[in-house]
């Protein structure tokens, strides 16, 4: 393992059966001893805790700030205020997409980019150049993310105010005597808040979590965990839904926003960004889209799994999970876009796994966004 990242938790997650593997430079805890189902569900009934350290953090400080992140990014972050956050999206100036983030506005001149595994740091710090604007990477704030229905419920005993903090927002606060930021965001489709901190106070944290989240039903859930989680809530996981990990024969490396359904990250009405023009050229030609298919199967379909109609290859999952709560296996799935539509009858043959198929819209779980938006 090559990883040059490290957690301050690595011994808590080998206790807890993982023996770690690298993810984004650092040392993650992909699962763990428990079942991966037991996790699933503890985070769609009750909550679970992960360590998710290994996202990349980048301070961005300045009066010029603004205007790096509204070049570099697809939204507009004029309209963020101090506390306010949005996810965005990053591409290259041939307009495919590189990356995605969650922007936090922390002051008039004060930002944090949150990326995962693309060019995010690279982009912005080769932005900054000769511009009024310090890029800081941060890798001793550690991101723990207590994620589901009774995560409000854990944290409103020790968090004054917490019930009362909007989705995509976050708060200046402490948390047993540390000092924390809690961003009620999330990579699951709950209500759920992550919670960053000092690397020196994330043990603490960790274990008060677990300990006194027993009793509640919160568990410590892996990395892997997500897995399941996104394909339920249609959130994409770089590169493993594109043509990074699939490339498309006789085409370079890259994806548009319209065929990854993630156009609605260009703010209504900018223009100007990096890759723009050649963003909106794109519009219309879709080589592929990303949707949802339904399995009949228990069994969990593979990343690379062809899809048919016939004698035609109509698409692959990317991801794929089989639920215990609601007896559904469900991918996402690369497919041609003619496909793209509810209710096409297909089947589904990997290497190991042959299925009848069914194309279905995303998200699959909780479509309205009601849980994650939830008040109160």
């Known amino acids: 393992m090559s990883s040059w990242r490290q957690s301050t938790l690595a011994d808590r997650h080998r206790a807890l059966g993982s023996t770690l593997a690298d993810w984004n430079g650092m040392a993650t805890a992909w699962t ?3 079942d991966l189902a037991d996790e699933h569900e503890a985070i769609r009934t009750r909550a679970g805790l992960m360590d998710v350290s290994g996202l990349k953090k980048v301070h961005l400080v ?14 507009n972050v004029s309209k963020l205020y101090p506390g306010k956050s949005v996810y965005a999206c ?17 002051g008039p001149n004060a930002f944090m980019v949150v990326h995962g595994s693309g060019q995010g740091h690279e982009i912005l710090t080769r932005g900054a150049v000769g511009r009024n604007v310090a890029v800081l990477f941060d890798d001793d704030l550690h991101d723990l993310s207590l994620q589901g229905p009774l995560a409000v419920e854990y944290l409103s005993k020790h968090v004054p105010g917490i019930r009362d903090l909007p989705y995509f927002h976050h708060m200046q606060t402490r ?27 994330a043990p603490l944290i960790w274990d008060t979590i677990v300990e006194e989240g027993k009793a509640m039903g919160i568990m410590p859930c892996s990395f892997t965990a997500l897995d399941w989680l996104r394909v339920e809530s249609y959130l994409l996981f770089y590169p493993y839904d594109n043509s990074d990990m699939y490339p498309m024969e006789g085409e370079a490396i890259g994806d548009s926003l319209w065929e990854l359904g993630l156009d609605f990250t260009v703010s209504p009405g900018k223009t100007e960004f990096r890759g723009a023009a050649e963003h909106f050229r794109l519009q219309g030609r879709e080589r592929f889209k990303i949707y949802g298919v339904e399995l009949d199967t228990k069994e969990i379909a ?15 999952v990317t991801c794929a999970m089989y639920s215990r709560l609601t007896g559904r296996g469900m991918a996402i799935a690369r497919m041609d876009p003619a496909y793209a539509v509810p209710g096409r009858a297909l089947e589904l043959r990997g290497a190991t796994l042959r299925c009848a198929a069914t194309t279905h819209t995303l998200p699959f779980d909780d479509p309205e966004k009601l849980k994650r938006t939830a008040k109160g």
């Open 32 to 34: 763990y001893s428990t």
């Open 302 to 316: 593979q990343g690379g799994d062809a899809i048919w109609d016939g004698d035609t290859k109509v698409g692959f």
């Open 90 to 106: 990053m591409l290259n100036e041939a307009g495919k997409f590189i990356d995605d983030c969650v922007i936090y506005r922390n």
């Open 175 to 201: 948390l047993f005597g540390c000092p924390v930021t809690i961003s009620r965001t999330g990579y699951t489709g709950e209500r759920g808040y992550e919670l960053f901190c000092k690397g020196v106070d």
């Open 62 to 75: 300045g009066p010029h700030a603004e205007a790096l992140l509204n070049y570099a990014t697809t939204r």
